[in-house]
């Protein structure tokens, strides 16, 4: 077994240029320099906030009838985020956490003896997992299916380490009518934000220029590093085609997508200190509330196809 790669946090401009041409390498480099602030980024954490949020994904789309599992797998763990909450909430007694990132896989296992979880982890591409036929009993994912080019590739690997009957769950992947409204919405609040922090009286909540461009820079990576947005039923035939069984895409947040893109944007253009605990409550309770709203009202009448947030799920035949 070769020993993983260094990670790359501060890439020369020659490795940045040739990583538009390459979704893998922009995503080594994208996520490599975002892994130190990236629980911090996206309020990511290790309490019962996070724990229950990562359990209501997993039940959402398969359930717990089966937990606890013995051997889990994640794919594209970034910081543990999916995995060591779902450890937390006893989803799996041994967990093998896997990025293409050596930065993400170095902050999860971090993150795994903080919390004194059974974790080892590896790098690894999702499209050639590095572990043998038939080793997991489960395999899960969050944010991650919709940076892998080749998404049929993935899933069959997928397949191949879980034993027969075993299951797989990937949440948190756009549709394609979810990401239309989430970029627009996100899009108009940056604009509107670092435009009228300029206003002289408003000047104190503008983030300095040199961040700002930082931002901006990284957007254009995004482009690179974000391969696909989804379709629920196209979703669902190349989760079949690959080989699967019981295969279940669902989809949730659609209010909740609308004022959570404005609210995580407004967040990333303005300087921390000034957003309080008020604010983070108020983004949080109101995300709350509409995500209910659209779990127990709007899923009955609004196409699943219009929510931000795909859910596949199957099992490998037995
Ligand atoms: C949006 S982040 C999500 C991280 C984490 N799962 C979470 O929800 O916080 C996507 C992660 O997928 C990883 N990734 C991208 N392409 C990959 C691939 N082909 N194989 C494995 N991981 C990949 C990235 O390095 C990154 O850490």
């Known amino acids: 077994m070769s020993p993983d790669p260094e990670p790359r946090p501060h890439p020369t401009a020659a490795e940045v240029e040739a990583a538009r041409r ?107 997992i590095p572990y043998d036929d038939a080793t997991f009993d489960v395999v899960v994912g969050h944010a991650v299916l919709h940076h892998i080019p080749d998404v049929g590739t993935a899933l069959r690997e997928v397949l191949r380490v879980l034993r027969p009957g075993g299951r797989f769950v990937f949440a948190g992947e756009p549709t394609k009518i979810g990401d239309f409204y989430a970029r627009r919405l996100g899009m108009l609040t940056w604009k509107a934000t670092t435009t009228l922090t300029r206003l002289p009286g408003l000047q104190g909540w503008r983030r300095p220029q040199a961040e700002l461009d930082e931002s901006s820079r990284a957007a254009a990576l995004e482009a690179v590093v974000d391969q696909h947005v989804f379709d629920p039923s196209e979703l669902e035939r190349v989760a079949n085609a690959a080989g699967a069984a019981d295969v279940r895409v669902v989809t949730e947040e659609f209010t909740a997508a609308m004022l959570g893109w404005p609210v995580r944007t407004f967040e990333a253009a303005v300087p921390t200190e000034r957003l309080g605990w008020g604010w983070a409550m108020f983004a949080y309770r109101g995300w709350q509330r509409l995500s209910w709203l659209d779990e127990n009202v709007l899923s009955r009448v609004v196409p699943r196809a219009w929510f931000y947030n795909a859910l596949v799920t199957g099992t490998r035949p037995a």
């Open 22 to 128: 390459d979704p893998k390498l922009a995503n080594v480099l994208y996520h490599d320099w975002e892994a130190g602030s990236y629980d911090e980024k996206w309020s990511i954490s290790y309490d019962e906030r996070c724990i229950d949020y990562a359990a209501g994904r997993f039940r959402h789309a398969a359930g717990d009838a089966d937990w606890p599992y013995e051997r889990a797998l994640e794919l594209g763990c970034g910081t543990g985020f999916f995995l060591l909450n779902l450890m937390q909430a006893g989803l799996a007694t041994h967990g093998s956490v896997t990025d293409l990132s050596p930065g993400m896989v170095e902050a999860a296992l971090r993150n795994a003896e903080g919390l004194g979880l059974p974790v080892d982890g590896r790098v690894a591409d999702a499209e050639r």
